[in-house]
């Protein structure tokens, strides 16, 4: 499966901005990691299938909104109320089965190319 992601940028805290994301096959899931300057990679958002089912990383909940539009495989990000700690390059991921980050590390097998987004103060 190839992802193919777009739509970062800067943007000012107070504004908003969505990522999308398009793959070229079927995947159960799909989802948003990050990776600030100096800092690990990490969890953001993922997205079921027929976008009934989301999950979070607690830095982003009630901010971040992750949508699915299933007939185009395509997933959203949308970055409601961002904060300068949010800049970082976003990986759009996909892949059958999803890891509870609360129980586990989740490891997607697919990766799409990173999509750089500042936000400024």
């Known amino acids: 499966v190839q992802l193919q992601a777009s739509g970062g940028g800067l943007v000012q805290t107070g504004d908003s901005l969505e990522l999308s994301c398009t793959a070229s096959g079927r995947t159960n899931y799909m989802g948003w990691f990050r990776q600030a300057p100096g800092r690990e990679r990490e969890f953001v958002a993922t997205v079921s299938w027929d976008g009934g089912s989301t999950f979070y990383t607690r830095a982003v909940r009630g901010r971040f909104a992750i949508s699915k539009d299933s007939a185009k495989n395509t997933v959203f990000l949308r970055m409601n109320i961002p904060k300068p700690e949010d800049t970082a390059v976003y990986f759009c991921?996909?892949?059958?089965?999803?890891?509870?980050?609360?129980?586990?590390?989740?490891?997607?097998?697919?990766w799409g190319q990173g999509t750089q987004v500042t936000v400024s103060s």
């Open positions: 991921v996909a892949d059958d089965v999803f890891t509870v980050p609360t129980i586990g590390v989740p490891s997607p097998r697919f």
